[in-house]
């Protein structure tokens, strides 16, 4: 047997922190592994134990809960959040007139990061070869801006916001020219970028820039810029237990080695006693393991198959939308590999 009845389910189902080590990191329940154990995949097995439990959103965050599942797909729904929803970003800057400090190559990429806020699941991948694009493949940008002295300003100011107009060129000064019929499809889409407040360049009288770009539709694996979320990533759901009471100042001391609100003292019977009130917000430091009156009092360890999912996304698309989209996206890559076996079997 590759282990003992009395430490199987947490090798299975826990992987320890040690002081000098990590235990258990491998997946073990595959079939035959254990005996008495049934490790065959189930479908009803797995729809009664997988589960997604939203712990909080707002416009721009996510947390959720992916419980019953196994790393190999967890990471692989991360991957494809980072790199295989599509969003729209500049691809092509034409620049007609750039007398900036910038150099031309370096403000065209400034301008490629820039997210832009159009839903990418309105618009068809550019065909490749088309150098034009059309209104259903491609939106362009205007940037043309001229900085000039401001005749209103006083004789002995010495400060660029009082002396000079347009000086200071920013995201918002990116504006949306709609090409065929797109006024019309998109009126209420207020396409443009996420953020007006991104610092672009800096002019002075006489300086100008007038630039056309060209937005189209792409995934985080060709190029970052269309990468659809900041982060996104996921840790195991960390397991703090006491194996002995733990008193007085030692009590105290156990609470400094976690983060904050992982362990509480409480007073029972004129006692300061540990306790685990949230294990949850555990960094997994290992600090207490440092304490050599501490380290045997308490034991570390993380849930296997609990993954604790944060994702942040640009302003693009909302959160909760690209996590849809990378289910999707997942389900398509599951569906071609079995269209792809069963073409296999039947050749």
């Known amino acids: 047997m590759a282990a003992t009845m009395s430490n199987v389910d947490e090798i299975r189902d826990r992987v320890i922190l040690g002081e000098f080590d990590i235990k258990n990191v491998h997946t073990t329940d595959y079939p035959g592994n254990y005996p008495g154990y049934d490790d065959t995949w189930n479908l009803k097995k797995f729809q009664k134990n997988f589960r997604i439990d939203v712990v909080q959103m707002d416009e721009t965050s996510l947390e959720f809960d992916m419980v019953g599942i196994d790393a190999a797909i967890a990471n692989a729904f991360r991957r494809i959040l980072l790199a295989e929803v599509p969003t729209m970003a500049v691809e092509k800057v034409l620049i007609y007139n750039n007398t900036s400090i910038i150099q031309d190559e370096i403000l065209a990429h400034r301008l490629g990061l820039i997210p832009i806020k159009a839903d990418p699941r309105l618009f068809e991948y550019r065909n490749t070869g088309d150098e034009e694009g059309t209104e259903i493949d491609t939106i362009q940008l205007q940037l043309k801006i001229k900085c000039t002295r401001n005749p209103r300003a006083t004789k002995d100011s010495a400060d660029p916001r009082e002396?000079?107009?347009?000086?200071?060129?920013?995201?918002?000064?990116?504006?949306?020219?709609?090409?065929?019929?797109?006024?019309?499809?998109?009126?209420?889409?207020?396409?443009?970028?996420?953020?007006?407040?991104?610092?672009?360049?800096?002019?002075?009288?006489?300086?100008?820039?007038?630039?056309?770009?060209?937005?189209?539709?792409?995934?985080?694996?060709?190029?970052?810029?269309?990468?659809?979320?900041?982060?996104?990533?996921?840790?195991?759901?960390?397991?703090?237990?006491?194996?002995?009471?733990?008193?007085?100042?030692?009590?105290?001391?156990?609470?400094?080695?976690?983060?904050?609100?992982?362990?509480?003292?409480?007073?029972?019977?004129?006692?300061?006693?540990?306790?685990?009130?949230?294990?949850?917000?555990?960094?997994?430091?290992?600090?207490?393991?440092?304490?050599?009156?501490?380290?045997?009092?308490?034991?570390?360890?993380?849930?296997?198959?609990?993954?604790?999912?944060?994702?942040?996304?640009?302003?693009?698309?909302?959160?909760?939308?690209?996590?849809?989209?990378?289910?999707?996206?997942?389900?398509?890559?599951?569906?071609?590999?079995?269209?792809?076996?069963?073409?296999?079997?039947?050749?």
């Open 163 to 347: 002396l000079y107009l347009n000086h200071m060129v920013y995201s918002k000064d990116m504006k949306w020219a709609p090409i065929g019929n797109q006024a019309d499809v998109f009126a209420d889409a207020n396409i443009g970028p996420v953020h007006g407040d991104i610092l672009l360049a800096q002019l002075r009288p006489g300086q100008e820039l007038d630039i056309v770009m060209h937005c189209v539709k792409g995934i985080g694996q060709d190029h970052a810029k269309f990468s659809p979320v900041a982060t996104a990533s996921y840790r195991l759901l960390p397991e703090i237990t006491l194996m002995e009471t733990v008193e007085g100042e030692k009590a105290e001391r156990l609470k400094r080695c976690f983060s904050p609100g992982v362990i509480e003292v409480e007073n029972h019977g004129g006692k300061v006693v540990a306790k685990v009130v949230n294990s949850r917000l555990d960094t997994c430091s290992r600090e207490v393991l440092r304490h050599d009156d501490l380290k045997n009092a308490v034991k570390l360890a993380r849930v296997r198959d609990h993954f604790i999912f944060s994702v942040e996304s640009t302003g693009i698309l909302s959160p909760d939308v690209l996590v849809t989209e990378a289910i999707k996206v997942l389900m398509t890559k599951c569906q071609r590999f079995l269209s792809e076996l069963d073409s296999t079997e039947m050749e």
